[in-house]
């Protein structure tokens, strides 16, 4: 899928959104953003998009506007059916323009199938325009394999801890590797869960075998974006809610020796000032183990380059 500025040399991934649950703009999330989940990844000549939340509007905008009227060829990945990672697909300006083709991947979610999950939503009484509507060629493609390739681009993947089905990326570009975590929750919650058939002992065992094999699956990662939704102090009355917080993103990021590690899916109610405190604070955790690690909580707008020594902020 060749286009100019997809041909260039690095990986480049840009924030359009990184909140998660509901968009919430306005003045307390100017800085970290308020848009629902959206991430582009321009890599080996592909446009990769990772998920399709509020923010996807402005990623239209803007690529209507850098390719006028040459044709533009993306794939959207998606990782789940909430909300936060799908509403914006019928504000997305590409799928109204004939000359576009756009390939949308997902998994089939729990009680309905990819295609339903991408199509209902745009059905009255919900929306106005079906799907089929739609005037770019739209294909639906529901992922059945672990391991797949966009482009020269191969895309590993991972079902994660979160209510219904949910899938992670991991993202391998000629110049670096890419995980993509929106929404997970650390494994050990199952330590405390309650509401469990299995024998304590069980459950344990699992979370451990759970984690082994994510930490696996994210080892050596160039760039981790990964949910932490709340505070330490947050988390412990959200166990189960399937959001992680700080210490289990930090701790992750650390077992799975990634390079950088980008705090992700912002809570609502957290403003900017917030979001600094809870990055200082991943800072201090990693500080504290004699670890060396850079982290970052992502901002809408901001851009990413990869070789990471490269690393370039825009706002
Ligand atoms: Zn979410
Ligand atoms: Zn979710």
Known sequence: MPSVSASSPSARIKFWGTRGSIAVPGPETLRYGGNTTCVEIRADEEIIVLDAGSGIRPLGIALDREFQSRPIRLSLLITHAHWDHIQGFPFFKPAYGPKNEIRILGFDGAGATFREIMTEPMRSPFFPISMRELSAKTEIVKLTEMKFSLGKVDVHA??????????????????????????????????????????????????????????????????????????????????????????????????????????????????????????????????????????????????????????????
């Open 158 to 315: 991972a079902f994660v801890n979160h209510p219904g089905v949910c899938a992670g990326y991991r993202l391998f570009t000629s110049t670096g590797s890419i995980a993509f975590l929106p929404d997970h929750e650390p494994y050990q919650f199952l330590h405390s869960a309650r509401d469990s058939d299995m024998n304590p002992e069980e459950r344990i065992k699992i979370a451990e075998e759970q984690r082994i094999a994510l930490v696996d699956f994210l080892h050596g990662s160039d760039i981790l974006i990964l949910d932490a939704q709340y505070t330490d102090a947050e988390y412990e009355t959200h166990i189960g809610w399937g959001h992680g917080s700080v210490s289990s993103a930090v701790s992750l990021g650390l077992d799975a020796e990634v390079r950088r590690l980008l705090l992700f899916h912002h809570n609502p109610s957290h403003d900017d000032t917030m979001l600094d405190a809870m990055v200082d604070d991943a800072r201090r955790l990693i500080r504290e183990r004699g670890k060396d690690l850079q982290v970052d909580g992502a901002r809408e707008g901001e851009e990413v380059l990869l070789p990471t020594d490269h690393a370039n902020r825009c706002k």
